[in-house]
Each structure stands twice: as C-alpha cells, then as structure tokens.
C-alpha cells in the first residue's frame, strides 16, 4: 500500500512537536552539560555495563558515531571501555562512579520532563495521551523488525527453535518432544528444498518462521514462532505475508500448514489470514488441525 503525502506530513508535523516538547534541539540535554546522543547512550549502558556491538545494534548506530560518543563520555571520566579477554575484538562499556552519579541525575530530570508533558493535562487527556504514547511505541517498534532469510543453523535461529520447542513442551497436553513429531531438518528448509526465515529487533533474534518446498507438492509452513515479548507487534500476520509471498515466488498455488488445538491465537490468525480447515494431510501426531490456503503462483502445486 502506498503511503500518501498527507500521511507523510502528520508524521514530519508529529516529528516537530516532540523533538520541541522533549528538548533534543538543545545541546545541554536536561540541563546536562551534553548533547542528547550522550545522554541517551549514558542511559543505555546501564549498570551492569554493556557489549558495545550490541549497544550500537540496539540504538541502530553508526559504529564510527558511537565511538565518538564513547570516546567524549569516557573522557569525561563516566565510563570505561575495555577489550574482553578472551577475544579482544569485543569490547565492554561500564558505568564509573561519576558515570552512575550523572546516569542517576538523568533519570530524575527525565521524570520531571515526562511529568511536564502531563501536568498541564486534565485526567483523561493524561490517559489519551499515555496510551497513543503507548500505541504509537508499539507500531514503531514493529517497523524496526527485520526479516531475513538465514541458515536454520546459525545460533540466532537455533535460539528460536530451542524456545519454540520449550513452549510447545509447556502448552501442549501431552508435552513435546521433536523426535516423535514430524518437523523437517534443517535440509528441507535450506534452498531449494525451503527456506527460514529469522526477525530481529534491535539484533536480537524474536521470531522464526520455516518454508517446506517439496517437489509436486504444495508449500507448508513450520516452525512459526514469535517470542512473548514480540507478540504484540504484528509478527505472525508478517511472516505469513513473506512466507506466502515466497511461495508464489517459487510457483506454488497452495500453502498449507498445520497445528495444535493448545495454539488458540494461531488458529485465530491462520483464518483471519484466509486459511481454511481442511482434512488431514499428514500423520503430525501433535496436530489437531490442518489448514490451507490458495495463494498466486504459476502451478497447481
């Protein structure tokens, strides 16, 4: 869907009014004696330290950008940042006594600005405006999540399945166990026998999604997993979009799938995104319902 140019100046108009209404125009953030980028950094180091690499994936930050600010904070004698031992290429950013004293002062400032924003509010336009804060957060989170298509063995994704099958382990009646279940290996979902797919946010790994692609035969969907923190963010309608998407692209006109009755919101996604329930289509001893959907795609496959 195409976005339109009125959609496109609310969201220039709503850039505008935050960045005023939160200060990031000032180079003295809060009152501190630092621009907002250092501030914010400062923040996120937290107080168990952090692994640069992961700070700069979590911000989205140019590498070189996040050194400066290191090199500036550190500087000024509120961190250290250090090689690890065993691989000096990784490096580790800590809080020092001044750091944690001036991490402490921003916090409190931080709360008197958000105060601020809420003060001069009535007491339901301070429950409007917390929760389009709130909504507003969560649709912009979702669009920082990424999909890629990755080898079912690379340890991002042998995370995912690892937490998949604990909480199938958890939710179903009779428990899980992969060994007695009908799962694919990691071959059958590796072009061009398939395909898996892996979201991330912030570089962290929340979800994973596999594609079967066997010869004469239509398309199936496995391993569809979305992490509790990342579920209300539009995942599972997302990989369905993809997952369908590139089995049209490989010329498949149906797509199937299957799961079990302890899955309750699955089921309710599968048919709000056009599955129907058909018959069996396979012997998965933990599967209670079988779906299907037509989808584009040069074959009858």
């Known amino acids: 869907m195409e976005t339109g140019q009125g959609q496109i100046n609310q969201v220039r108009q709503f850039n505008r009014t935050v960045t005023e209404r939160v200060g990031v125009l000032h180079d003295?953030?809060?009152?501190?004696?630092?621009?907002?980028?250092?501030?914010?950094?400062?923040?996120?180091?937290?107080?168990?330290?952090?692994?640069?690499?992961?700070?700069?994936?979590?911000?989205?930050?140019?590498?070189?950008?996040?050194?400066?600010?290191?090199?500036?904070?550190?500087s000024d004698g509120l961190v250290t940042v250090e090689p690890q031992p065993r691989d000096r290429?990784?490096?580790?950013?800590?809080?020092?006594?001044?750091?944690?004293?001036?991490r402490a002062v921003l916090d409190g400032r931080s709360d008197?600005?958000?105060?601020?924003?809420?003060?001069?509010?009535?007491?339901?336009?301070?429950?409007?405006?917390?929760?389009?804060?709130?909504e507003v957060d969560r649709l912009?989170?979702?669009?920082?999540?990424?999909?890629?298509?990755?080898?079912p063995d690379h340890p991002d994704a042998q995370h995912c399945l690892?937490?998949?099958f604990t909480e199938l382990q958890e939710r179903f009646e009779t428990g899980f166990d992969p060994a007695h279940s009908l799962l694919p290996d990691a071959g059958e979902l590796k072009p061009p026998y398939g395909l898996f797919l892996l979201a991330r946010l912030h570089g962290e790994p929340v979800g994973c999604?596999?594609?079967?692609?066997?010869?004469?035969?239509?398309?199936?969907?496995?391993?569809?997993?979305?992490?509790?923190?990342?579920?209300?963010?539009?995942l599972g309608r997302r990989?369905?979009?993809?997952?369908?998407?590139?089995?049209?692209?490989?010329?498949?006109?149906?797509?199937?799938?299957?799961?079990?009755?302890a899955l309750s919101?699955?089921?309710?996604?599968?048919?709000?995104?056009?599955?129907?329930?058909?018959?069996?289509?396979?012997?998965?001893p933990y599967a209670h319902h079988w779906f299907e959907k037509r989808i584009g795609g040069a074959s009858s496959r």
Request: charged fraction near 25%.
């Open 28 to 74: 003295h953030y809060l009152g501190l004696d630092r621009p907002i980028g250092e501030a914010r950094l400062l923040w996120e180091i937290g107080e168990q330290g952090e692994d640069v690499r992961r700070l700069r994936e979590r911000l989205g930050l140019d590498s070189g950008y996040v050194s400066r600010l290191l090199r500036s904070l550190e």
């Open 89 to 102: 290429r990784v490096r580790t950013v800590r809080l020092t006594d001044a750091g944690r004293a001036e």
């Open 112 to 134: 008197e600005l958000a105060g601020s924003l809420l003060e001069p509010l009535n007491t339901a336009q301070r429950a409007r405006l917390v929760a389009a804060m709130a």
């Open 140 to 151: 912009l989170t979702a669009g920082t999540v990424t999909l890629n298509v990755v080898d």
């Open 162 to 164: 690892r937490s998949y």
């Open 209 to 234: 999604a596999g594609l079967k692609l066997p010869a004469g035969a239509p398309a199936e969907i496995k391993r569809m997993w979305v992490a509790p923190d990342a579920r209300r963010l539009g």
């Open 239 to 261: 990989f369905l979009a993809e997952l369908e998407a590139q089995a049209a692209g490989y010329g498949r006109a149906v797509l199937r799938l299957d799961t079990n009755k």
């Open 265 to 284: 919101a699955a089921l309710g996604l599968y048919r709000s995104c056009g599955f129907h329930e058909v018959a069996a289509f396979n012997d998965e």
